[in-house]
């Protein structure tokens, strides 16, 4: 049921909070300005002091930002949107960091200066693949726990000199649960003391079975600092998209998730947005979590300006009025009136879930002392 904290209702009408909690006391309810009350008590409670009162529900402000269906006419093959992950050393930011390398074209434009939470290479079958450039676990679980799906192929990355270890084993659950399919790269093989195949029986423990023993998990041996079979693990990932046959409509109101988020000095809030669905335009007024922004500018994973970016395409979003969050869900929305509507309506319900919270940890720290 739907909850305000006394001390809400009363600065949502510009009244006094003690003057609320005499009302609900009148009414034989025991309150402190912490305690939350129920709806329709706030709304009684709010046209005795004279304020007329508008029921604004979850569903009428979130509705219709990100359920209108496309047709199968509308969708168009997009790239594949891949994150790196494995137990640590084992080279994912190697990989990252090697694969960007590898296909940087001379004397392209900014070349490979800028970072921005995700980049985009050329695959050698042809077509582009999106690698989102926060290897890590923390980011991937993160943006699941905000129901954010942003990645269609892991990669994971197994040290052939150390194998399997507890954060692969992670990855892989972590794969599992998010019906995501891996690719398996063993890294290190210019190592002396590589053991390939010691690495594929251990990952059978876990039922990752690669196709050379039979099972139909791509696997790729490579070194990121030779700089070997990068090809070979982009192909592999075209591949895998092939038969994930991923498509998303351009022609729409842009959707996608926010990467990575930070106030930038010089240009305020920066939003790295890997947009989804749609195609996001310089002028589009969007919102991310508690944030709306009217798009100032798009800048790409080479630091060039752009004027629009489509389905799979990571952009920093410019022109936030506040920083979000990674892992925040970005809509286009018609217009400001519209999109302060919504991030009026979810910085409340963050406030509310904060102060619901810290009376919760202050309620059990009155019970501790006494
Ligand atoms: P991460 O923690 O998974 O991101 O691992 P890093 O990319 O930071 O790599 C950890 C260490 O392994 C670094 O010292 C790298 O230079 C080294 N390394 C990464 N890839 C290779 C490789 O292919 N061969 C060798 N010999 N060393 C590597
Ligand atoms: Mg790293």
Partial sequence: PETISIQELANRMAERAVDVIRLL?????MVKITDVIDADTAQLIAEELGHSVRRVAESDVEEGLFDTADTAEELVSRPPV??????VDHGKTSLLDA???ANVVSGEAGGITQHIGAYQVTSPLGGKITFIDTPGHAAFTAMRARGAKVTDIVVLVVAADDGVMPQTIEAIN???AAKVPLIVAINKIDKP???PERVRSELLQYEVQVESLGGDTLEVEVSAKAQTNLDKLLEAITLQAEVLDLKANPDRVAEGTVIEAKLDRGRGPVATVLVQRGTLHVGDIVVAGAEFGRVRALIDDKGANVTEAGPSFPVEVLGFNGTPEAGDRL???ESEARAREITDYRQRQKREKAAA???TVRGSLEQMMS
Avoid: F, L
Avoid at 25 to 29: A, R, T
């Fill in 99 to 101: 694969i960007r390398k």
């Fill in 25 to 29: 006391m009148k009414q034989g309810q």
């Fill in 331 to 333: 809509a286009v929305v």
């Fill in 82 to 87: 891949v994150t790196i992950m494995g137990h």
């Fill in 193 to 195: 003391d590589a053991k």
């Fill in 174 to 176: 972590h794969a599992r």
């Fill in 357 to 359: 919270r810290s009376a």
